[in-house]
């Protein structure tokens, strides 16, 4: 006998995807919408929570990420019903969503909420890893406790965490950019970062309490429901903490940066022996004898835009990542940003009607705040599902709303390294031209605080450690103060926070 078909459902607002800004954007609704039923669509059988949640000023907020199973959503709001599906279809004429277990979901107002995958730099090729959510980071992890050297490609959070995380392993990174962190610093933060790098690390580790994985036990079941190829939702900040990234070897830090290079070619163990080319050992330092000789068979070669080719056990792709959009495309006449992202205007609605997106999906294509800009991070994703849902609420009862407040400074905290680092504004000078200007002032191995100014006024700045400068920063950005007549702004012996409160 046929098994029935799952009921379809009508709701009048409808969300997929089950990471922070689907989350956020559902919890939202739910509070808005106390007496309507609000359909999340999410593909994996476990959501991103926001939890302990601070504004830590006007624009700076910091909370921990937990991965939580659906059931306690669904019990903090008894109104959000969580369907567990992958989308199959998108008929936005008919205000309709096919799911794989067969159902239709009908909806007066969408939020879509994908998120983002990872960029692979190969597909298909089973020494190539891709980190983007719990199931590849354990996987990593797995890869990891047998491997002697592993190769990571790309300049990245996640790459700049791994590089820093990972022990008792030889590590090859290969970054297009000058210098390490491009998304993020300029070539003196990167400095200043690079000696930690070098330095042993500390054997007590800072308690971190950002993500709390509870994955396992549902793993299994999970796996078959869902199917391995499923995405998970981005990684939190501190990912890392509770996976053990030691490699076999007996010792901490291991890295040797090729700059300004690309991958050329990956070549499987027997490619490259039919090709005949030679690969370099792994770079030896004054105090350490290089623990491999490359005489060593290696499963995988990769050779580099600059000529030299490196032997590992496998290579983490760590490239950045692309807008989920697929199975949203077809049959429908969305407008995309360049990066790939549905294009949304001020209201989060995409050139679809009754349709809107947040999060690593969306491509914010309003004229954006001198201080503003996207990038594809946890604090946005946040704000953006809590906007979208404001909007979509607006919309639905006729109301109109403003752009919201947090889309006028960009403004992340996060940690890298173990250093506290803010980001405020255009803290690399983004779209500022040759006409600025830095201040720039450095403790090694404490503190480096960078201010971008033009025409007397502060347009951005990056601050690494305990600095204690953001709100005073956020402050002068947000109000254009003009500054000209203060000399030197980052003069230790001054205390700006007396000056401008």
């Given at each position: 006998m046929e098994a029935a078909r799952p009921p379809s459902t009508a709701g009048r607002f409808v969300v997929v995807g089950g990471g922070i800004a689907g989350v956020t954007c559902a919890e939202q609704l739910a509070i808005q919408f106390p007496s309507e039923d609000i359909l999340l669509i999410t593909a994996r059988p476990v959501i991103k929570a926001v939890t302990n949640f601070k504004q830590v000023s006007k624009v700076l907020e910091e909370f921990d990420v937990e991965e939580q199973p659906k059931t306690m959503l669904e019990n903090r709001f008894p109104?959000?019903?969580?369907?567990?599906?992958?989308?199959?279809?998108?008929?936005s004429k008919e205000h309709c969503i096919l799911t794989g277990d067969g159902s239709q979901h009908v909806y007066e107002k969408l939020c879509l909420c994908a998120g983002a995958k990872p960029k692979l730099i190969c597909e298909g090729n089973p020494y190539v890893l891709g980190i983007r959510d719990t199931d590849s980071a354990q996987e990593f992890q797995k890869q990891l406790t047998k491997a002697k050297r592993i190769m990571i490609i790309g300049n990245g959070g996640i790459a700049l965490e791994l590089v820093y995380e990972i022990e008792g392993c030889e590590v090859i990174w290969a970054i297009k950019d000058k210098a390490i962190g491009n998304t993020f610093f300029d070539a003196g933060a990167a400095e200043f970062l690079t000696s930690k790098l070098i330095a042993e690390k500390p054997e007590a580790r800072m308690a971190h309490k950002r993500t709390r994985y509870t994955t396992e036990g549902r793993k299994k079941e999970a796996q078959t429901k869902s199917g391995a190829g499923n995405l998970g939702s981005a990684l939190g900040p501190d990912w890392h903490e509770g996976l053990n990234l030691k490699g076999t070897k007996e010792f901490s830090h291991k890295v040797h940066i090729e700059t300004m290079c690309e991958v050329k070619k990956i070549y499987l163990q027997e490619e490259f022996r039919i090709s005949k080319k030679k690969s370099l050992p792994f770079p030896r330092d004054r105090c350490n004898q290089s623990v491999t000789t490359d005489k060593e068979a290696w499963p995988v070669y990769v050779e580099l835009t600059n000529e030299k080719t490196y032997g590992c056990d496998f290579i983490v792709s760590a490239t950045g990542v692309t807008p989920?959009?697929?199975?949203?495309?077809?049959?429908?006449?969305?407008?995309?940003?360049?990066?790939?992202?549905?294009?949304?205007?001020?209201?989060?609605?995409?050139?679809?009607s009754d349709v809107y997106a947040a999060g690593d999906i969306?491509?914010?294509?309003?004229?954006?705040?001198?201080?503003?800009?996207?990038?594809?991070?946890?604090?946005?994703?946040?704000?953006?599902?809590?906007?979208?849902?404001?909007?979509?609420?607006a919309a639905s009862l006729g109301e109109s709303i403003d752009l919201d407040f947090s889309f006028e400074l960009f403004a992340h905290v996060t940690k890298f390294f173990?250093?506290?680092v803010v980001l405020l504004g255009k803290y690399n000078a983004q779209g500022l031209g040759s006409d600025h200007e830095l201040m720039l002032r450095c403790t090694k191995g404490q503190e480096y605080v960078k201010v971008v100014m033009q025409n007397g006024q502060m347009m951005g700045a990056v601050l690494i450690g305990e600095t204690d400068l953001e709100e005073t920063f956020e402050h002068l950005i947000l109000n254009q103060t003009d500054l000209s007549s203060y000399g030197d702004l980052l003069d230790p012996n001054i205390d700006l926070e007396d000056y401008f409160d």
């Open positions: 109104n959000v019903k969580v369907i567990q599906s992958e989308v199959k279809q998108l008929k989920n959009t697929e199975p949203f495309l077809c049959g429908n006449n969305f407008d995309l940003g360049e990066d790939g992202g549905l294009k949304v205007d001020a209201q989060m609605h995409t050139s679809v969306c491509t914010a294509s309003w004229p954006p705040s001198p201080f503003w800009q996207q990038m594809r991070l946890w604090t946005q994703a946040r704000q953006m599902g809590w906007y979208a849902a404001k909007c979509m609420a173990n250093y506290k």
